[in-house]
């Protein structure tokens, strides 16, 4: 065998691989809820993207974890069309593990890492050289900062008030 044929046969079991491990689907513990989509892949990115910004006890870090999912699908619902499909692209990547592959470099589920090796794969793509890993870090990590802090009760976290404006009540 010589070295192109070698190469040639890893990179056709390598696909042949990927290609399998894609279309396996494992069933997992996990209840998707149909009609919100996406909302496991922005609750395992929230507590790397917020760092530390939500509550430790578990009742409250789950109200204000619901919340942000609810604010993050009304941002979506509201981004033009151009800027939702792009964004549903990636997160059908991020859901997919051939999409995974070629965003990662890893084919685990996300749902399957720790919040370490999340939190360094969104570091990756910040200080990637290429401009679509930049994008879809800024992308995710404003989204999901805008949502978190869209919503009134976490704007304490920002020592910020609601202005009192003459003849509004709030």
């Known amino acids: 065998m010589n070295r192109r044929k ?6 056709g079991g390598t696909a042949a691989l990927a290609l399998g491990v894609s279309l396996y689907q494992p069933q997992l513990d996990v209840e998707e809820d149909a009609d919100k989509p996406h909302r ?6 929230m507590p790397v993207l917020l760092e530390g910004a939500l ?15 609810d604010a993050i699908e009304a941002t ?7 800027q939702r499909d792009e964004l549903e692209q990636l997160l059908d990547l991020l859901e997919n593990r051939l999409g995974l592959l070629l965003l990662t470099g890893n084919m685990t589920p996300l749902l399957l890492r720790s919040p370490v090796e999340l939190a360094n794969q969104l570091e990756s793509w910040r200080q990637s050289g290429l ?22 009760e976490h704007w304490t ?8 404006l003459p003849g509004i009540k709030s």
């Open 6 to 11: 070698f190469l040639l046969t890893a990179l």
């Open 40 to 45: 496991i892949l922005f609750s395992l990115l």
């Open 55 to 69: 509550p430790e006890m578990a009742v409250p870090r789950e109200a204000a974890v619901n919340r942000t999912l």
């Open 76 to 82: 979506i619902s509201v981004l033009p069309e151009s």
């Open 131 to 152: 401009a679509l890993f930049n994008q879809a870090y800024i992308g995710l990590r404003e989204l999901v900062l805008a949502s978190f802090y869209s919503c009134p």
């Open 157 to 164: 976290l920002l020592n910020y008030a609601k202005p009192e």
